[in-house]
């Protein structure tokens, strides 16, 4: 229901700060959950973090927590996921994704951005 467009990502040295950036087009975009997933070779797509309609509460994979932060911009139609701190299994091609503006729990992931890759050097 909403197209989502990437940006963010590359080569990064373990320690650094990266932010991904994901805008969308053709919704109301404030009444979408969004959402951040990842996932390397050979293993399935993990949760990263999520954020509700109103950007009151977020979301988080234990493996990031403390060191991620989910924020949103709505007058943009932007989601943004910052990460810092960045570890060598933190790699993966790293997916923004929106629900289908029910709020429903868990949320039902349809739109999906296009992915961007994380490399970690260390």
């Known amino acids: 229901q909403v197209r989502l467009i990437q940006s963010g990502g590359g080569l990064v040295q373990a320690g650094d700060s990266v932010r991904l950036s994901c805008s969308a087009s053709?919704?109301?975009?404030?009444?979408?959950?969004l959402g951040w997933f990842r996932q390397a070779p050979g293993k399935e797509r993990e949760f990263v973090a999520g954020?509700?309609?109103?950007?009151?509460?977020?979301t988080y994979a234990d493996s990031v927590k403390s060191r991620f932060t989910i924020s949103r911009d709505n007058a943009k139609k932007s989601v943004y996921l910052q990460m810092d701190n960045l570890k060598s299994e933190d790699e993966g091609l790293y997916f923004c994704?929106?629900?289908?503006?029910?709020?429903?729990?868990?949320?039902?992931?349809?739109?999906w951005g296009q992915g961007t890759q994380v490399l970690v050097s260390s």
């Open positions: 053709g919704s109301l975009f404030a009444n979408y959950a």
């Open positions: 954020i509700s309609w109103t950007g009151s509460t977020q």
């Open positions: 994704a929106a629900d289908d503006g029910t709020g429903r729990e868990p949320p039902h992931w349809i739109s």
